[in-house]
């Protein structure tokens, strides 16, 4: 047996990924704005501050419960970190807005605890948690993520989470389920987008079983050191890496294994635009865009897009 450790594509020291502080610059802030007029760049620069502001005071009681979870350094990238407040204040999360920038303002009533989840379906121990008894329960770690979003945007985010395969170990799947097939709440009155009957609510996303246990598809309950906000999904949120992130479901409370290939929300909104498998891929363009590059969120850098974002030496066996 070896004991020389072979890293994979996207592993590097975590020494190398820079801290959410260092980037934090306001000289680089200033340059990647890339203003010619000081006037605009004052005016956009209190604009910026007064959102900053706000977004922090929301953040407040979320950054207050920090989770014991220490990093794994296994799953680190080669890229910036993307800054926690840009993250909070960039986000897609269709039951509330379809402004990403306003959503973190549409989730300040939503009510993330007490919540359970029920696991059911084809296994021998179906059960319903509350979250923080999971949470109690399950081994959690810290994991640096790429993140791609299929409308080409980027980002780069510390997740606090477990392996999806741990929890499905529990309620031990039978040998017919073949796919995990996963439902975000249903209410209305918190969620006033769930009115717009153009969408088929509840949002509901699946993956192969084997997908499910692969060592990257984590169920992620923080981000940035603290239990996750309500933009990202609180209380608990799917995160597969080498897909686009629509898979990534948010506030999760059903988990049901099934036999048969599940439908899901924008598949069924948009079949030649959102397919099940969903995995990253330059090579495929969106109908109506490229996927050729990606633009990171909070500095605009444009980067190639990887196939599988970068974890193919984890995954592609999964699709031969
Ligand atoms: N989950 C639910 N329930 N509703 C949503 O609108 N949007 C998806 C995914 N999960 C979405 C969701 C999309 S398109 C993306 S890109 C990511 O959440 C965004 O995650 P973030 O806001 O934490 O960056």
């Not at 020291?13 to 959410?20: A, D, G, L, R, W």
């Not at 200033?30 to 706000?54: E, V």
């Amino acid at each position: 047996m070896s004991y020389i450790k072979i890293p994979k594509e996207w592993e590097i020291p975590e020494n190398q990924v820079t801290s959410e502080s260092d980037y934090i610059n306001r000289r680089k802030f200033i340059r990647d704005l890339g203003l010619a007029s000081a006037g605009a760049l004052l005016f956009s620069t209190s604009n910026a501050c007064a959102q900053n502001k706000g977004v922090e005071k929301q953040l407040e009681p979320y950054r207050a419960q920090k989770l014991d979870a220490e990093n794994n350094p296994n799953f680190t990238v080669n890229r910036q970190m993307t800054d926690e407040v840009v993250a909070a204040t960039y986000n897609n999360y269709y039951e509330f807005t379809t402004s990403k920038s306003g959503v973190w303002k549409e989730v300040k009533q939503f009510k993330t605890r007490p919540w359970e989840i029920k696991i059911s379906g084809l296994v021998e121990k179906p059960m319903t948690l509350d979250v923080d008894d999971l949470i109690k329960q399950m081994p959690l770690e810290e994991r640096i993520y790429r993140f791609r979003c299929v409308e080409a945007w980027a980002m780069v985010v510390p997740w606090i989470g477990f392996p999806m395969k741990a929890l499905l170990e529990k309620v031990q799947p039978t040998a017919d389920a073949k796919y995990v097939r996963m439902l975000t709440f249903l209410d209305s009155e918190v969620a006033p987008q769930q009115r717009n009957l153009r969408y088929p609510w509840p949002y509901y996303e699946g993956l192969t079983l084997a997908e499910a246990m692969n060592d990257l598809t984590i169920l992620t309950v923080g981000i940035y050191g603290h239990i996750l906000p309500p933009q990202h999904g609180a209380p608990i949120r799917l995160i597969v890496p080498w897909k686009y992130g629509f898979k990534s479901i948010k506030s999760i409370v059903s988990i049901e294994l099934i036999s048969q290939k599940p439908r899901t929300f924008w598949n069924t909104l948009a079949p030649r635009e959102y397919d099940f498998e969903a995995n990253v891929n330059p090579n495929v363009p969106h109908p109506r865009w490229s996927q050729a590059n990606e633009r990171m969120i909070g500095t605009g850098e444009r980067l190639p897009t990887r196939i599988y974002n970068g974890y193919g030496s984890s995954v592609a066996h999964l699709y031969q």
